[in-house]
C-alpha cells in the first residue's frame, strides 16, 4: 500500500558528503515521523535521525554536527545530508515513514525502505 525508494547511497572518501533521500508513494493520507536507520556488518539496526512532521529532530550522538535531516511533506520525501563521513558510517541506510491511512485511522502503521548502500573508503 505503501512504497518507499530509497536513493543516493555510493561510494565516498572519508571526509566527503552524500546526500541520502526517501520518497513515499502510495495511500497516504498523512505521515508522522520519519527517518533513517542503518545497519553495518555484523552489527545491529541503529537509529540514526529522526523528525516529526512539524520539524523537531534527534540524532544519534555520533552522528550529531555531521548529519541533516530534514523533510518535505508537499513530497513525502526525507532526507539525509551527510558531511565529513567517516568509515564507520559505511553501513545499508533504511528510511521509514510511518504513516496514517485515513482520516479515521487513528494509528500509524511504519513502513521501510529498501536499503541504500553507503561506503566511506579511500
Known amino acids: 500500500q505503501v512504497q518507499l525508494v530509497e536513493s543516493g547511497g555510493d561510494l565516498v572518501q572519508p571526509g566527503g558528503s552524500l546526500r541520502l533521500s526517501c520518497a513515499a508513494s502510495g495511500s497516504i493520507f498523512s505521515i508522522g515521523d520519519m527517518g533513517w536507520y542503518r545497519q553495518a556488518p555484523g552489527k545491529q539496526r541503529e537509529l540514526v535521525a529522526v523528525i516529526t512532521s512539524g520539524g523537531s529532530t534527534n540524532y544519534v550522538d555520533s552522528v550529531k554536527g555531521r548529519f541533516t535531516i530534514s523533510r518535505d511533506n508537499g513530497k513525502n520525501t526525507v532526507y539525509l545530508q551527510m558531511n565529513s563521513l567517516k568509515s564507520e558510517d559505511t553501513a545499508v541506510y533504511y528510511c521509514?515513514?510511518?504513516?496514517?491511512?485515513?482520516?479515521?485511522?487513528?494509528?500509524?502503521?511504519?513502513?521501510w525502505g529498501q536499503g541504500t548502500q553507503v561506503t566511506v573508503s579511500s
Open positions: 521509514h515513514a510511518d504513516v496514517r491511512h485515513g482520516v479515521y485511522s487513528r494509528s500509524y502503521i511504519r513502513y
